[in-house]
């Protein structure tokens, strides 16, 4: 019986590694449910992800989405961390049902909500959302974004806010025109991960953020992925049409392995 049980573990983890993180499967009972909810008059809708088999308050982490909205990419995400033993809410930052077709109309509300000020009402509404929830221990607190929400949770890095869980970007945007002031104001442990060829994040700005984080001595972790381009993490990005975005199964592997043992450790 043990050797029966050793064998379909393997089969399983060999299943596993054959495909992208987000396609991992998760437990049974792991679900998800529309959260609706309204800042300024607007009507948002985000994604919360729970283990109802799970008992006790838990951490709590925020996802934030990319560039294209509230689809099913970062709600799978959200069960992920749910299967990983937490609470995850997706927030909703465009509004309720409002989904980019392509990228010339996700570059639009993206940019519409580029301004840091904009963007970080948003961000603390969601988390207020987050840790009001019954299962969420809110003094654990952690968030992870993807390409223009990577940059989102960079943000909230510099704008001073304390995440016992730390914050994690993946193939987000470094050129905040906060940084040189924010850097100053980090207290949560920041971790980047970034595609060395992305074309869609000059090298300057890599450069300067590496040196301000440095010249700092900011708790910032920077990884830097050789051969991926933007959009890594995610499987058939590049049918998107779009030059520069393209899955790496190697950084996709190596970055969503990093996140756990970087939420793991911080949230002890």
Known sequence: MKQLISILTLVFAIQCASVPTVQFPVKSTVSGTAVEYKLDGKTYEGFLA?????TGK??????IHEWWGVNDYPKQRAKQLADLGYVAFVMDIYGKGILAKDHVEAGKLSSANGDPKILLKKIY???????????VDSSKIGAIGYCFG???????????ADLKGGVVSFHGFLASKNLATGVKK?????????????PFIP?????????TIADAKAPVSFVSHPGAVHGFTRPGTEDRGLPGLAYNKKADYASFESMENFFAANFK
């Open 125 to 135: 509404k969601a988390l207020e959302i987050l840790k009001s929830n019954p299962n």
């Open 50 to 54: 729970n283990d109802s088999s799970a």
């Open 150 to 160: 990577g940059g989102g949770v960079i943000e909230l890095a510099l704008d001073g």
């Open 186 to 198: 980090i207290k949560t442990k920041v971790l980047v991960h970034h595609g060395a060829d992305d």
């Open 58 to 63: 838990r951490p709590g982490v925020l996802v």
């Open 203 to 211: 090298k300057a700005s890599v450069d300067t953020f590496v040196k």
